[in-house]
């Protein structure tokens, strides 16, 4: 007999095999996501618009008719890897391979929840949102602003990032600057009569850990993040670099102002111009929040510990949904080194992480009512 852990296991390891790291191979992992769907006898949507050119598609698999309405939302697309990443691997009770935690395995877990919910029943509506890019900004639309252009809307989402079955109830904004710095070309042989832009660039980097924002904290995050992601500067070896830029990938706590960052940057006393390059809004939901509270609730049946409210120092589509007016939290199983060469999951949290959205969804079934009126 086949176990419900080993079921959760296989599928992941059929979704881990596609290299969704590509628009073509998105579009396949979709393909078998809608297939596994259809022979289950379920019925799903699936629209294209997202991308530069809208090729790219998304899902939406649906169970359940009543309230409240519950949104599941997963990503299909993994970051790059290595090629053996994609062939994944079992060591004791750990999985390994890309996308394992982040987040094929919740996706596995997901498609599961929702046969459950298919086969016993569901008071409520429950709707399993798939996008294709999460991972990767093609310049267009995305697929989860397609979905909620076509109406997938509902009263609380849960997006299975990975969390180690905490409930992230907070994220950082994200805000990409580019620094560009202006030199003095010398001979490279006497580099005293110029001005080296990228020591220039080194040093407006140092003076801008020391600027006010950068030291501050919040309840759920000891500081933002600040990450160097770029540098480019000089072009032959024998001259001094008389130009350099850098960009900056900083991820700013939910009580910050990205405008009042960039003012601050902009005030580094050296030749720099300052280009907002991105910048997106951070993500917030009440631990009060009645659907926050059923999900912890949840949670602390499995869970060995205190399922905690964190904050998530990376960003997710539940800011296309909190724009929409939708309250979501990041919950997902439990693993680590998620986009690095050891991704890994703990195999028995896929099968725990399917229990816990199927009883989700059974409380708010039998209160549903109540917790839609009482949203926060």
Same mark, same amino acid.
Request: a negative charge; hydrophobic letters at 30%.
């Given at each position: 007999m086949v176990t419900n852990k080993a079921k959760v296991l296989s599928l992941t390891r059929r979704l881990v095999g596609y290299r969704s790291y590509t628009p073509a191979s998105a579009e396949s992992t979709m393909d078998f996501v809608n297939g596994w769907f259809e022979a289950r006898g379920l019925e799903t949507t699936r629209y294209r618009g997202a991308g530069l050119n809208g090729e790219l598609s998304s899902l939406v698999a649906r169970v359940g008719s009543g309230s409240p309405k519950i949104l599941l939302h997963a990503h299909a697309d993994v970051v790059p890897g290595n090629e053996d990443q994609f062939d994944p691997r079992?060591? @004791?009770d750990e999985l390994y391979g890309r996308g394992v935690y982040d987040m094929k395995g919740a996706l596995a877990a997901m498609m599961y929840a929702v046969e459950d919910l298919h086969v016993m029943g569901c008071?409520?509506?429950v709707e399993l949102l798939i996008v294709p890019d999460e991972e990767r900004e093609y310049g267009g639309p995305t697929g989860a602003e397609v979905l909620i252009q076509n109406g997938h809307k509902g009263d609380f989402l849960i997006t299975g990032e990975p969390t180690d079955f905490h409930i992230g109830v907070q994220a950082k904004g994200v805000l990409d600057l580019r620094v560009m710095l202006q030199g003095k070309s010398a001979h490279g042989s006497r580099p005293w009569l110029g001005k080296n832009a990228v020591l220039l660039a080194y040093e407006h980097y140092k003076r801008l850990l020391d600027l006010p924002f950068a030291s501050e904290r919040s309840e759920l995050f000891p500081y933002p993040s600040i990450n160097m992601a770029r540098i480019?500067? @000089?072009?032959?070896i024998n001259r001094v670099p008389d130009r350099a830029t850098y960009d900056l990938d900083i991820r700013y706590l939910p009580e910050q102002d990205p405008r009042e960052i960039t003012r601050q940057v902009r005030s580094i006393g050296l030749p720099a111009e300052i280009e907002v390059l991105f910048s997106r809004e951070p993500t917030y939901v009440s631990r009060r929040n009645p659907f926050v509270k059923a999900l912890r609730e949840v949670a602390s049946r499995h869970f060995h510990g205190n399922p905690v409210s964190v904050g998530r120092h990376g960003a997710s589509d539940i800011v296309y949904f909190q724009r929409a007016g939708i309250p979501g939290v990041e919950?997902?199983?439990i693993g680590g080194g998620h986009h690095g060469p050891r991704e890994y999951v703990v195999s028995s949290s896929l099968e725990t992480?399917?229990?816990m959205l199927v009883q989700f969804?059974?409380?708010?079934g039998a209160n549903g009512s109540a917790v839609g009126?009482?949203?926060?």
């Open positions: 079992e060591e @004791g008071d409520c509506t480019i500067g @000089g072009d032959v919950f997902g199983p992480y399917r229990q969804v059974q409380i708010l009126k009482s949203k926060l």
